[in-house]
Nanobody
Framework: QVQLVESGGGLVQAGGSLRLSCAAS????????MGWFRQAPGKEREFVAG????????YYTDSVKGRFTISRDNVKNTVYLQMNSLKPEDTAVYYC???????????????????WGQGTQVTVSS
């Protein structure tokens, strides 16, 4: 499995921006499809965004389309989540996750991902 470490979370006012990073180690990063998930208190972990192993395919949950952008750098072994126009309902612990690149599908259920980071807290104040 690949090891994942997130960073970049914090406290921001509504309308602000944050960029999350997830650094991978231990395996060939380009062999993995990457996803970002989030979990708010008392709620289930939910899919936010995913990116194919080459970076050419992305997929977003409807609530973040047009505000969040996922990207990856296969040289730096890092996946990013740029979050703009943040809303209080975006408050959650954000996790990055990895799954093998075959099949080449961006799954949205957490059970489809094999490796997880420890999470980073994002708090958006109103």
């Amino acid at each position: 499995q690949v090891q994942l470490v997130e960073s970049g979370g914090g406290l921001v006012q509504a309308g602000g921006s944050l960029r999350l990073s997830c650094a991978a180690s231990g395996r060939t990063f380009s062999n993995y499809i990457m996803g970002w998930f989030r979990q708010a208190p008392g709620k289930e972990r939910e899919f936010v965004a995913g990116i194919g192993w080459r970076g050419g395919t992305t997929y977003y949950t409807d609530s973040v389309k047009g505000r969040f952008t996922i990207s990856r750098d296969n040289v730096k072994n890092t996946v990013y989540l740029q979050m703009n126009s943040l809303k209080p309902e975006d408050t959650a612990v954000y996790y990055c996750a990895a799954r093998g690149r075959y099949p080449s599908i961006i799954f949205t259920h957490p059970r489809e991902y094999d490796s997880w980071g420890q999470g980073t807290q994002v708090t958006v104040s109103s």
